[in-house]
T-cell receptor, first 114, second 110 residues
Framework: EAGVTQFPSHSVIEKGQTVTLRCDPI?????LYWYRRVMGKEIKFLLH????????ESGMPNNRFLAERTGGTYSTLKVQPAELEDSGVYFC????????????FGPGTRLLVL | EDQVTQSPEALRLQEGESSSLNCSYT??????LFWYRQDPGKGPEFLFT???AGEEKEKERLKATLTKKESFLHITAPKPEDSATYLC???????????FGAGTTVTVRA
């Protein structure tokens, strides 16, 4: 069974530019989560999808962040315009709907905003 | 708000030298406590889930235990390949998101 995949693995952009991160969850996993780790801090929750619906977006830092999950499959997280403080590692995780337990994480996207 | 505190921040061990990592938590009704391992440049890799006080789980040289206020991850006779950052996270009842601690970075020297 393929794990959670994320693209790109690294991204370096300038302040003010737009970046889109992609996450493909494990097949059959209805729950999809985005988390972020900024330098020196712990991993923090951003938002949670159940299929294509946003269940909880309480962790989204501001309206420069937009997450979508088309057709309940892959998800994108767009940052527009990017600011310096958006630098960090963005992780995606997924879990089965009926068994809301283990969240399996992807390798992350390392974002650097210059 | 859920709080998770891990100690120590870093742990250097000699191969074969057993030790324990601590995870103290405050949560409004615990659904589950999770241990993950993270290697440099990779995502967290699931190790264990604990649900209630008194529960224990084992995997190779690792053993996780849970009380009402904390969890311990015991590493018995560690090997260099056990070097990693170990993350603790809690999930509150009625919630889906994980709240993470900052992690303990373990280095095992041969």
């Amino acid at each position: 069974e393929a794990g959670v995949t994320q693209f790109p693995s690294h991204s370096v952009i300038e302040k003010g530019q737009t970046v889109t991160l992609r996450c493909d969850p494990i097949s059959g996993h209805d729950n999809l989560y985005w988390y972020r780790r900024v330098m020196g801090k712990e991993i923090k929750f951003l938002l949670h999808f159940v299929k294509e619906s946003k269940q909880d977006e309480s962790g989204m830092p501001n309206n420069r962040f937009l997450a979508e999950r088309t057709g309940g499959t892959y998800s994108t997280l767009k940052v527009q315009p990017a600011e310096l403080e958006d630098s960090g590692v963005y992780f995606c995780a997924s879990s089965r709907y009926q068994l809301v337990e283990t969240q399996y994480f992807g390798p992350g996207t390392r974002l650097l905003v210059l | 708000e859920d709080q998770v505190t891990q100690s120590p921040e870093a742990l250097r061990l000699q191969e074969g030298e057993s030790s324990s990592l601590n995870c103290s938590y405050t949560v409004s009704g615990l659904r589950g406590l999770f241990w993950y391992r993270q290697d440099p440049g990779k995502g967290p890799e699931f190790l264990f889930t604990l649900y209630s006080a008194g529960e224990e789980k084992e995997k190779e040289r690792l053993k996780a235990t849970l009380t009402k206020k904390e969890s311990f991850l015991h590493i018995t006779a560690p090997k260099p390949e056990d070097s990693a950052t170990y993350l603790c996270a809690v999930q509150a009842r009625g919630d889906y998101k994980l709240s993470f601690g900052a992690g303990t970075t373990v280095t095992v020297r041969a």
